[in-house]
């Protein structure tokens, strides 16, 4: 069942106009689409006139769809549409040299979108939900703990590669950009196992010339044989159960991206990802804090995720917001919570 869907982007994308272009995947999927470029006007004096571009693409799977339903076909088409163009936007950058054709991620659309899935429109909002009910009204506090935080950066390095990465990849992970999430994700671990390895081997007195090299040995062997015998903790990347599931949920995950060229991703494997890197650090952490290899006040702690799936949101507060933007039309009734149950 082919999926039609538009969505105007807040810039104009230097494609040329109105041609529609075809490219097929082998038992996955057809897409046809075309970039339109639409004259705009504004109040402002200044530019009174600018364009934005407005992408077209539809969507016909070659695999059997017959068993889902309306909503799952929804978020899958509506997954690949914005994987493809962001894929041809990389192919188009790089083929003609025009490093400032940016990609688009979820936050550049519009707040709904509305899809043709056979005879059937529907609105399609779940990924702005996460939004909607994950932040509440910005006070001096959320201000004082960036501030804090970036003074940290500053003062260790170390702690500011490990949070920036982890920083890009939960943006990666609500635009749904899941294979930039899992490698920032795996640089994020990386870094952290080197800065409990530059800690440990200061602890012991090395001299920094030799840290250096230390920080150089292979990662399964600096955790397997360094930090277990620091941590006094048996972390063999076949028992260890923290181990075992970041080395099967993340880090395979990027190793398929550097190794065998896979690009796509979805959110079930990301969001496990995630679950896994929260675990594996906060065990650790909680272990270099044992061995008084780190201060408790230093700890670095990983939080849970708000993710791009119902079950996380507050029901009534999602309602409000989707009132005051004028959608709530697409989930009339009890839609709602029947979606909320699904998943």
Not at 48 to 62: A, H, Q, R, V
Not at 157 to 182: N, W
Not at 204 to 214: D, G, S
């Amino acid at each position: 069942m082919a999926v039609k869907l538009s969505f105007e982007l807040k810039y104009y994308i230097p494609i040329v106009d109105d041609i529609t272009f075809i490219h097929s995947y082998p038992d996955f999927a057809t897409f046809k689409y075309r970039f339109v470029k639409i004259a705009q006007t504004s109040t402002d004096p200044v530019i009174p006139e600018f364009s934005t571009t407005t992408i077209y693409i539809e969507f016909i799977p070659e695999i059997d769809v017959s068993g889902w339903d309306i909503e799952r076909h929804a978020k899958e088409a509506f997954t690949a549409c914005l994987l493809f163009i962001n894929q041809y936007l990389d192919a188009y950058r790089l083929a003609n040299n025009i490093e400032f054709t940016s990609n688009f991620s979820i936050p550049d659309l519009p707040p709904y979108i509305l899809m043709t899935i056979g005879d059937d429109t529907i609105g399609y909002t779940l990924p702005h939900l996460t939004k909607v009910a994950g932040i509440g009204t910005p006070n001096r506090d959320m201000a004082k703990l960036a501030t804090e935080k970036i003074i940290v950066w500053d003062a260790y390095s170390r702690f500011g590669v490990i949070d920036k990465f982890r920083s890009r990849a939960i943006y990666h992970l609500y635009t749904e950009e899941f294979m930039f999430a899992i490698i920032e994700l795996q640089t994020s671990f990386e870094a952290y196992i080197r800065m409990c390895q530059h800690l440990i081997l200061q602890k012991q007195n090395f001299p920094e010339a030799e840290i250096e090299k230390h920080l150089l040995f292979p990662l399964k062997n600096t955790i397997e044989q360094h930090l277990a015998k620091a941590l006094k903790e048996n972390l063999d990347f076949r028992i260890n159960p923290h181990i075992v599931k970041w080395n099967r949920c993340l880090y395979k995950l990027r190793n398929e991206i550097i190794h065998t060229g896979r690009m796509i991703f979805y959110g079930n494997e990301a969001y496990v990802a995630y679950d896994s890197y929260q675990g594996v650090i906060n065990y650790l952490s909680d272990l270099m804090v044992w061995e008084k290899l780190i201060p408790a006040d230093k700890n670095i702690h990983v939080t849970d995720l708000s993710k791009n799936i119902f079950e996380n949101h507050d029901l009534n507060r999602t309602k409000e917001e989707l009132e005051k933007r004028g959608i709530l039309t697409f989930l009339e009734g009890d839609d709602l919570e029947t979606k909320s149950s699904s998943g």
